[in-house]
């Protein structure tokens, strides 16, 4: 796997992950279990079942595994997501708008996986 | 824990999280859990070994808010420091610190910031925990001894590749001093020890004070010879303290290092001062291996004896005594030996004393008592003619059956006679005082016949024959072995031990010409490997039927 690769062509940055995750190898080790990571699925079945409470804890978890790949665009979604779905900002909510939210995390975590499959076919 | 690394408890619910935490803090050895609930649960084992919590705030089942809740009911993990992974909302932080959290991170996880907020945290915890302990002893401002294990197993951590002596002085028998002189005294006593190795010691060494009567020092051992530290030591203190009965001796430890743990050091340093402190003469001992595997063989002992007697483990051998003049069976002696399932055949010196120090001796001998009486039923329903067999009782049997008509009834659950068992006492008993001899007295009046085990060896003047009620005494075996030498020596205990109405019995005797001997000076039973070796059940069986038959 060309990691540098990989985090350009999902628009992650690199330099922060080098720096969070300190080598290649154990990136690399992390990426591809992230393909096995149930939390898109779980966050995907909140919001189909309208429970937006699990649905903010996963996307809240999505955004924080996010971070620590320093997958950049994925994470700046989840963050979008998990702030609408904070369980303070309840008065407000407006589920459609949360699924139209949701749709965006989708792409990013879509490609994500996607790259991490084409990178280890190579 | 074995290794020296310090523990952290991970309570994250995403399994990808909690391996960015681990590859993070590669130093420290991490438990983990998926949710609030599973880390009480690991709590409740580890909280001891528990350094510090990383805590993720928004987990399934058991959040990080009701973590703390409950966590922070527990006294005993105060002490344990926890960093909340937050998503770095302020609302959040602060309702965490009002609960107890002690710290925050967020994700994304930097390595330099995790390891800076763990490190100084664990530290802070540290330094806290030593200074709620006392530091200094009140008395002679030596270290505690918490403080100096704290201190020497720090050591040992920060170099694990040096290696170390460390030496327990021990005052011999404080407890008489105080008697003797006063607290006031003896305090005194302490505080001039102290003052002397503070003079004595460089630096380099450290030291500090165990229990009433006792200092411990630790050095590199490289660095200095503990002989002439020792020395150098023993010739001040006892320049300063100048006290009649007053003396002091040393265990000494030497070439310990970091894979060992302080607790031992100090439990083997321990062991040496009681084994030395009995020998006037010796008032330096050294730790060898030696000593390690005679420790761990008694570990194993303790460890196993109530099972082994559960297990039946603990059998016994007979060993035939026969008229000196006709040979005919006239008795035996009933010996305990310990087969043990993986060790085999444990000899007797390496248990006996270790029961009779810790009073299992008394469940071991109630035990052979009954096997004895058990055989000897069996015996006599097969038909076969049985002699007397004597059971040991040792002193800590003495002072520990307070009735002993448990021994009439073991005798009646299998019916049989009292004349059928003696018992054997050792002679060193006549050391320890009336308590002692009255109760041989009310055993002796209950109709049993008693032996006295070991006589002549060493402590029992014949002047003993009067104060103790007894039937027979047994000749030590060091009398056969120098039977050209003693002969007149045993030719007077017997005839006086027949003027007064007790019949003797040798032991040890191997040869026809001891025999021959022992006949000729009137000794009246004989035991030994001339007739037999102790023997198991069976084998006696077909030893009481072969000579039955003949």
Known sequence: ?122 | MSDNKKTILIIEDNELNREFLINILEDYKCLEAENGKVGLEILKNHADDISLILLDVQMPVMNGYEFLNEFSLHDMYKSIPVIVITGSKISEEEKCLQIGASDFITKPYIPSVVLKRVEALIRLRESISLLNEVKYDKLTKTYTSNVFTHYFSELLKTHPRRKYTCVLINIKSFKRLNDLYGEEKCNEVLVSIASTMRSVFDNDILYGRFSSDRFAFVFESKSHDYNKLISKLKKQIYDTVNLKYFSINFAVYENVHGKMQVRTILNSLYYIINSISNQYNVDVGCFTQKDLEELEYSYFVIENMVKGLDNNEFKVFYQPKHNAKTKELCGAEALVRWNHPSKGLIPPSKFVSIFEQNGFVTKIDLFILNEVCKNLREWIDKGFKVCPVSVNLSRKDLMQIEDFSIFDQTLNKYNIDKKLIHFEITESLCEYGDDILEKVRIIHNMGYLIEIDDFGNGYSSLGIIADIPMDYIKLDMTFAQHLEKQKEVVKTIISMAHAMGVKTIAEGVETESQLSTLKDLKCDSIQGYYFSKPIPHDDFEKYIKKLQRS
């Open chain 1, 1 to 122: 796997m060309d990691v540098k690769e990989f985090y350009d062509s999902i628009g992650g940055n690199y330099d922060t992950a080098l720096k969070q995750l300190m080598n290649d190898n154990f990136i690399q080790k992390m990426v591809e279990k992230f393909l096995n990571d149930p939390t898109f699925q779980n966050l995907s079945i909140a919001l189909d079942n309208d429970d937006f409470e699990t649905a903010f804890r996963e996307a809240h978890t999505l955004k924080g595994v996010a971070l620590n790949f320093a997958f950049k665009r994925l994470s700046d979604v989840s963050i979008i997501l998990t702030d609408f779905l904070r369980p303070e900002n309840s008065t407000s909510f407006n589920p459609e708008k949360a699924k139209k939210i949701f749709i965006d995390v989708k792409v990013e975590y879509e490609n994500v996986i996607q790259k991490i499959n084409e990178q280890i076919k190579k």
